[in-house]
């Protein structure tokens, strides 16, 4: 499958992960439409990349993804490509008080985000001749963090339904892929984390969209760049000692 044509909806697609691949993408000759919930990243995503369409869109809301959905079916029929990759983390100490809310945002962004989003616009890929869908989970899908209880959850759980969703779309015009990004530098990781994580780098963000889009186009379903291969294949050999090691960086 070769990413040059194809009309293309990636919701985060305003900062770090999202906004490398619609800049990638759009050298590469697609149509790239974003979404986010800041106007203004939307607004300096467009000042960097002019020829992206926007919409301020949050995953977490239902009628937030209705909306966008009338708007992208209207001016983009052939939407052919989605990549669920909004996403937030957080560092959540669980013996804290915190409302029911505040604790299970991650699971309605970085999980029913994505399902909620498949749900509204299967119909309009399921009319093209040829779709994908991208869900980007993360190394912690396979190994949970534990600072970062929910994240690891949600990000395992999204392992689970891409899995399920590959299988029951099989035999269809629509591929699924899975992106389990190990740590990358972006803001996300710059906000809470590079600080505790005593000198350790991400993989540089271009690099990683690269090696993203080069392992799609070659038709791979789980794509696992740099360590998060190895805690994929740790999870399997060794699960508790990579799940104490994992604790320790912080
Ligand atoms: N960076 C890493 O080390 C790493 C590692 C593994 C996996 N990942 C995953 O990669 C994805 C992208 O992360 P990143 O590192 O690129 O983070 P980032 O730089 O913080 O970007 C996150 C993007 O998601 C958007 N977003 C957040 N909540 C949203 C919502 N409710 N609705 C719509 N958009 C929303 C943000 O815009 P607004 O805030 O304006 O909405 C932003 O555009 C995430 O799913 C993350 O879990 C990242």
Same mark, same amino acid.
């Given at each position: ?6 009309t ?6 305003s ?9 990638q993408?759009i ?36 009628e937030?993804i /209705? ?8 001016h983009?029929?052939?939407? =052919? ?5 909004a996403?937030? *983390? ?5 013996? =804290? ?15 029913k ?34 600072v ?14 891409? /899995? ?32 505790? *994580? ?15 889009l ?21 999870? /399997? ?6 799940? /104490? ?6």
């Amino acid at each position: 499958m070769k990413l040059c044509t194809r009309t293309i909806l990636i919701t985060g697609g305003s900062s770090g992960i999202g906004l490398e691949l619609a800049g990638q993408l759009i050298a590469a000759g697609n149509t790239v439409l974003i979404t986010g919930r800041s106007e203004q990243a939307l607004q300096r995503a467009k000042g960097r990349f002019p020829e992206l369409h926007i919409f301020q869109s949050d995953v977490s809301k239902a009628e937030d993804i /209705r909306s966008l959905h009338e708007q992208v079916a209207a001016h983009y029929p052939k939407l =052919d490509t989605l990549i669920n990759n909004a996403g937030v *983390m957080k560092i959540v100490p669980l013996q =804290d008080p915190r409302t029911l809310e505040a604790l299970t945002q991650e699971v309605d962004i970085n999980l029913k985000g994505a399902m909620r989003m498949v749900q509204q616009f299967l119909p309009l890929l399921k009319s093209q001749s040829d779709a994908l869908i991208v869900n980007v989970s993360s190394g912690l899908a396979f190994v949970p963090f534990a600072v970062s209880p929910v994240y690891s959850a949600a990000k395992a759980g999204m392992h689970a339904y891409t /899995r399920c969703l590959r299988a029951q779309l099989l035999g269809t015009k629509i591929r699924v892929a899975e992106l389990a990004p190990p740590l990358t530098e972006t803001p996300l990781f710059s906000a809470e984390f590079k600080g505790k *994580m005593k000198g350790e780098k991400g993989m540089p963000v271009d690099v990683l969209v690269r090696k993203a889009l080069a392992a799609i186009e070659a038709g791979k379903c789980e794509i696992c760049p740099g360590q998060s291969n190895i805690l994929r294949i740790a999870s /399997r050999l060794a699960p508790g000692f990579i799940f /104490r090691q994992l604790s320790k960086v912080v």
